[in-house]
């Protein structure tokens, strides 16, 4: 099958943790006999890195290389809420993001259009879909349906676009909530996030009797993954259980915040 992908967030050099997630579901669908190709905006982080079978385009949709924000987690402060850049971005985005997937479906000819987050990738793919009469899926991711929630026009965008869609999938049952109640559809699919169980699998070398206790927090270091409620929790459980150790994982921009704290 021929897949033309389409992200906001992608890894823009080797060991970015800007969703790594999305890389790995591109290249899974490279290892499974699908002939991928995935359109990300650009950074000005973006250097070359091995992509392992996935056609990689990064597309420009401002004249002005520090202004290119729309993505790779900067869209939002702290994912709480849009920068004001970002508003003014949102039109141009759309627009090349546009042309640059129509390039890429007339020269692969592809069967499908796979979009990652309903806003705003889906706005492009949704109307290359459309003109094409080829099918959508579209895959949500959290931030995306936050957008949609916002206000009105939001969340008026964000249902035309899954009206457009064969497919919708969610990684979690709250997302999926939340997106039904955005105008997601009833049958939204429920598929959380695989896991490569020859990568990550339990040492069984180790004696783990005399390991520690460890509650291990890992992910994008933003308020609503909830790393500082944990931390605040910390002095409590550890007049409980003094041997606990808690290894926190990640980066964002809240990472100085949660030092401090």
Same mark, same amino acid.
């Given at each position: ?29 490279? !290892? ?42 900067? /869209? ?26 129509? $390039? ?40 995306? *349906?936050?957008? /949609? ?26 997302? $999926? ?20 169980? !020859? ?24 308020? $609503? ?21 808690? *290894? ?14």
């Amino acid at each position: 099958m021929k897949i033309a992908l389409i992200a906001s967030s992608y890894p823009r050099y080797e060991g970015d943790g800007t969703a790594p997630f999305i890389q790995a579901i591109a290249e899974g669908l490279v !290892q499974l006999g699908h002939e991928v190709e995935a359109l990300v905006p650009y950074d000005p982080a973006v250097r070359p890195m091995e992509t392992h079978g996935v056609r990689l385009h990064h597309f420009r949709y401002t004249w002005r290389k520090h202004w290119h924000i729309m993505g790779h987690g900067r /869209a939002l402060e702290s994912d709480v809420r849009l920068r004001p850049l970002a508003v003014f971005l949102i039109p141009f985005f759309v627009v090349a993001a546009f042309i640059h997937l129509w $390039k890429i479906t007339t020269r692969q000819k592809s069967d499908v259009i796979y979009a990652h987050w309903v806003l705003p990738n889906g706005l492009p793919a949704a109307l290359v879909a459309w003109l094409r009469r080829i099918p959508l899926v579209i895959s949500l991711h959290g931030s995306d *349906v936050y957008v /949609a929630n916002k206000n009105v026009l939001y969340r008026a965008l964000a249902g035309w676009v899954f009206r457009r869609a064969k497919a919708v999938t969610a990684c979690s049952p709250e997302l $999926k909530e939340k997106a039904i109640r955005a105008g997601g559809p009833a049958h939204t699919i429920l598929l959380p996030y695989g896991i490569d169980p !020859q990568r990550f699998h339990p040492d069984l070398r180790k004696n783990n009797r005399q390991m520690k206790p460890t509650i291990s927090a890992i992910g994008r270091m933003v308020y $609503k993954k909830g790393f500082k409620v944990l931390v605040a929790a910390l002095p409590e459980v550890l007049a409980a259980h003094p041997l606990v150790r808690v *290894v926190i994982g990640g980066e964002g921009p809240v990472l100085e915040e949660l030092k401090q704290q």
